[in-house]
């Protein structure tokens, strides 16, 4: 069994930018996408951005798109979310995923617990 754990959320005003960590464990065969989700209080959850170990298949969702960048360490198993240019909109709990992918689909089924990022304006 995977096990995932977030780190890097917190409080950060407009325009500024923060660094999201995802640590995998365990038995990580099979789980070859690395992804991030969000959810804002009374939203549903939706997908951020996702990326394979190998590297050779990444997604960013539209609203993110040239503000957000997803990366990976394989050899250490880390994946990373750098947000830059935040925006209150931006505020949710994000959560790190991994699983596999349908064609351009990230279809995760392990979660961790997630983290919370505020953006003030």
């Known amino acids: 069994q995977v096990q995932l754990k977030e780190s890097g959320g917190g409080l950060v005003q407009a325009g500024g930018s923060l660094r999201l960590s995802c640590a995998a464990s365990?038995?990580?065969?099979?789980?070859?996408?690395m992804g991030w989700f969000r959810q804002a209080p009374g939203k549903e959850r939706e997908f951020v951005a996702a990326i394979t170990w190998s590297g050779d298949w990444a997604s960013t969702a539209d609203s993110v798109k040239g503000r957000f960048t997803i990366s990976r360490d394989y050899v250490r198993l880390l994946a990373y979310l750098q947000m830059n240019s935040l925006k209150p909109e931006d505020t949710a709990a994000y959560y790190c995923a991994t699983g596999g992918r349908s064609g351009t689909v990230f279809n995760p089924n392990v979660w961790g617990q997630g983290t919370q990022i505020t953006v003030t304006s």
């Open positions: 365990g038995r990580t065969f099979g789980n070859y996408v």
